[in-house]
């Protein structure tokens, strides 16, 4: 049996819609063996069935392989469902992994972030989930283009989670079919200058930085209190706040950690519940459990 780690993953990154994302500490974590017949264990009976996105990316990448056999699995799920920290991404991610760990380790990292891009639909999740740390990713003409970037350890990152859902198809459906090209250009100047100033752990350009124009004016519907949660962070510690992924969960970027006057204020929200968690940048992806310590797979 081979036990394999994935983390969270944190989309967009206020401008960089659909391109940018980031690896935190908050971790799924999978027992898997090859078994007569398909078994899932875990704490949450819905993910113990056989639609369940690790067992698609297991048989599609058995497909590639030329493998076709059944699992045990048991499922230690950490990473709360559709809140916008790459919940579908990991159990891609691990299903692929543990096939390709179980027959051989045939496929590389990049290969397997083009089957788990190609179930999710899109790479945002996906690369900083295999890869590690920040990346940018793209797709052109059926090719992805992945690449890390360095970013400062000055940095604290807070995810800010709501006792509510928000589905990626709602998120979707919300946002305008086209925007002004104004909006546009602004936008990308926005995602370029995040990322310098995550590299150069410069706040103030940071804080400038971080204002979306192409889905966070939508998506802020969809998330109850976000201007009011937005508003405590930002009024009581400097950083910058922004949706992660598609909602609900927000992610507060900060060189120190949230005030404890603004995580009681926080925490006393109701209808829905809040919980903030302090999470560190994940910088190894996915990773298999060997000799009792994670090592990051190949």
Known sequence: MIEIRVPATSANMGPGFDCLGIALSKYNTFKVEIAESLTIEGDDESYCKEDNLFVKAYRRTGEILGIYDSIHLICDMQIPFTRGLGSSAA????????????HGQRLSRMQLLTVVANIE??????????????????SQDGELFVRQIPVSSDFRYTVLIPDCEVSTESARQILPQSIPLKDAAENSAHALMLV???????????????????????RKKLIPH????????????????????????????????????????????????????????????????????WQAII
Do not use: V
Not at 91 to 102: E, F, V
Not at 130 to 135: E, K, L, Q, V
Not at 197 to 216: F, G, N, T, V
Not at 270 to 276: G, Q, V
């Open 196 to 218: 310098q100033a995550l590299q150069s752990s410069d706040l103030s350009l940071l804080k400038a930085s971080a204002h979306d124009l192409l889905h966070e004016p939508y």
């Open 91 to 102: 159990l891609s991610a691990a299903g692929a992994c543990a096939c390709n760990m179980l």
């Open 226 to 293: 976000f201007n009011d949660i937005k508003k405590i962070c930002t009024e009581s510690t400097d950083g910058a706040f922004f949706i992660s992924g598609s909602g609900s969960t927000c992610l507060f970027i900060s060189k120190s950690s949230l005030a404890s006057s603004a995580l009681y204020e926080i925490q006393s929200l109701s209808d829905p519940e809040w919980l903030a968690e302090e999470l560190r940048i994940d910088h190894m992806g996915i990773q298999i459990r060997k000799a009792d310590t």
């Open 121 to 138: 639909g899109h790479p945002d999740n996906a690369a900083p989930c295999i890869f590690g740390g920040m990346t940018a990713a793209m």
